[in-house]
């Protein structure tokens, strides 16, 4: 049984705990991480995955980007503690995100990710939409209104 909350600031040192347990050192430096430099996530749409010993399980974070002139969700991270994988607590975040997202009016959301695992929340590959590199362009999905929109992605406000 798990307690989904928002994140907050409480929650941080444990959910950066979580996200070093999850992925490999340096993940700071991929591309996306250069996207939330200095840019607060949606705080609103954060999520925090608590087991009945009220031990961190999983967690997802959401930041604004542009691409182009338009507003854009970027979902991630999304982690699970290894000793949760394959309960569906990632799908049940993801799922909780984006219903959070849609509640708040963000027409769009993107990640870098699997198409095959992320499809299923209604991901697709998007043409013309270029993360910085050294992003491999097959794996930046979006979901939501993306008619007609293309170029790179950058910081909010940036």
Same mark, same amino acid.
């Given at each position: 049984?798990?307690?989904?909350?928002?994140?907050?600031?409480?929650d941080s040192?444990?959910?950066?705990?979580?996200?070093?347990?999850?992925?490999?050192?340096?993940?700071?430096?991929?591309?996306?991480?250069?996207?939330?430099?200095?840019?607060?996530?949606?705080?609103?749409?954060? !999520?925090?995955?608590?087991?009945? =010993? #009220?031990? &961190?399980?999983?967690?997802?974070?959401?930041? %604004?980007? +542009? /691409?182009?002139?338009?507003?854009?969700?970027?979902?991630?991270?999304?982690?699970?503690?290894?000793?949760r994988q394959g309960e569906?607590?990632?799908?049940?975040?993801?799922?909780?995100?984006?219903?959070?997202?849609?509640?708040?009016?963000?027409?769009?959301?993107?990640?870098?990710?699997?198409?095959?695992?992320?499809? !299923?929340?209604?991901?697709?590959? =998007? #043409?013309? &939409?270029?993360?910085?590199?050294?992003?491999? %362009?097959? +794996? /930046?999905?979006?979901?939501?209104?993306?008619?007609?929109?293309?170029?790179?992605?950058?910081?909010?406000?940036?």
């Amino acid at each position: 049984m798990y307690r989904i909350i928002q994140e907050s600031a409480d929650d941080s040192a444990e959910v950066e705990a979580l996200y070093d347990t999850c992925f490999a050192p340096g993940r700071e430096a991929l591309s996306s991480y250069r996207l939330r430099d200095g840019v607060p996530p949606v705080a609103n749409l954060c !999520r925090v995955a608590r087991d009945d =010993l #009220d031990i &961190v399980a999983g967690a997802i974070r959401f930041w %604004p980007v +542009r /691409v182009g002139r338009f507003e854009a969700l970027l979902l991630g991270p999304i982690a699970v503690h290894p000793t949760r994988q394959g309960e569906g607590l990632g799908a049940l975040l993801i799922r909780e995100g984006l219903a959070a997202a849609a509640t708040d009016h963000w027409r769009r959301t993107m990640l870098v990710g699997d198409a095959p695992f992320y499809a !299923r929340f209604g991901f697709a590959k =998007l #043409d013309g &939409v270029m993360m910085p590199l050294p992003t491999n %362009p097959d +794996r /930046v999905l979006g979901r939501g209104d993306w008619d007609r929109i293309t170029g790179q992605v950058t910081r909010w406000g940036g």
